[in-house]
């Protein structure tokens, strides 16, 4: 549907085109990024930002240098990212993403570190950039259990010590200047390999190494669909783009 904010239901004008590049059999791939949470209420990396979001720009918060320079800070963003993502719900997107895997092999390979996938049912979603919920020790490494962020945002807020060793909490998430951990790239890359299709979602194709992932399938022939409102770093590369949002495309996308 073109999403033209009157609610019509025309069906997008590269929808056939989309559905054809998809194929209806072969294994796909899903990669998605942070515009597919969008219509969750979970803010993008490059949206406007609201609330506590006015005050941080994600970029400079989402590195080493913020955590060394401000750690009670950084913590407290991230407790209060859980606490959102905790309040969102799926949106048509996710859940049409894990529909389409009871008619297909489907792969979702995310940039983002919230739970929406795996909350519409998708299995064996591979994070690039770690999770949220995956709290772990900054000094032994030790996966860390740190309760429930709390009801109302804070500023500030000390990252809880570690039983084992005595070092503190850190988030379970891949900061700019880290190194992705291998699995889930080595998991993206060979499930791309073998992919009849792909469909990238809701990302600005600015974060590498996970950018460079859809010119895999597009150097091995294999058809990319983009589901994106605006043109993104990717969009010239793919075989078709459906301008357009991910609850408003996806359903009819994968049906
Ligand atoms: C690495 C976890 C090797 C944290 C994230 C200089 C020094 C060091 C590194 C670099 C450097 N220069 C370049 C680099 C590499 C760097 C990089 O790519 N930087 C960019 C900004 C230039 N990458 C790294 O550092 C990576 N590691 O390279 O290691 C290395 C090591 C040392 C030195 C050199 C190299 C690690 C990158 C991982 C960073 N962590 N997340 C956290 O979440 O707090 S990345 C973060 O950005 C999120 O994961 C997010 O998903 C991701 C990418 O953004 P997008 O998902 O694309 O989101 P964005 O907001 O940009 O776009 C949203 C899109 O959705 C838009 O196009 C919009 O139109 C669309 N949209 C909006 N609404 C909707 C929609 N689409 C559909 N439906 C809608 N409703
Ligand atoms: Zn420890």
Same mark, same amino acid.
């Given at each position: 549907m073109i999403s033209d904010g009157v609610g019509s239901d025309r069906p997008h004008p590269d929808m056939s085109k989309a559905r054809l590049a998809l194929g209806d059999g072969g294994p796909l791939v899903v990669l998605t990024g942070a515009g597919m949470s969008a219509e969750s209420g979970v803010p993008t990396f490059r949206d406007s930002r609201t609330g506590l979001w006015a005050r941080h &720009?994600?970029? &400079?918060?989402a590195t080493p240098e913020a955590w060394d320079r401000d750690r009670d800070s950084v913590w407290a963003w991230y407790r209060w990212r859980e606490r959102l993502v905790g309040c969102a719900e799926p949106n048509a997107g996710h859940l049409a993403i894990a529909r389409a895997a009871r008619d297909r092999s489907v792969t979702v390979v995310t940039q983002n570190v919230d739970d929406l996938h795996e909350r519409a049912g998708s299995a064996g979603v591979h994070h690039l950039h770690g999770s949220l919920f995956a709290h772990r020790c900054d000094e032994c490494g030790a996966p860390m259990e740190v309760g429930p962020p709390p009801a109302d945002p804070v500023d500030r807020l000390a990252p809880p010590d570690c039983p084992r060793c005595g070092g503190r909490a850190r988030p @379970?998430?891949?900061?700019? @200047?880290?190194?992705l951990p291998r699995q889930p790239w080595d998991a993206a890359v060979s499930a791309i390999s073998a992919a009849t299709a792909v469909l990238v979602v809701g990302t600005s194709g600015l974060v590498h190494p996970a950018a460079s992932l859809p010119g895999i399938a597009v150097d091995l022939g294999i058809p990319v669909v983009e589901v994106n409102p605006d043109p993104s770093g990717l969009t010239d590369g793919v075989t078709v783009h459906l301008r357009d949002t991910a609850a408003a495309v996806l359903p009819t996308l994968l049906a």
């Open positions: &720009d994600p970029a &400079d918060l @379970g998430v891949v900061w700019f @200047g880290e190194m």
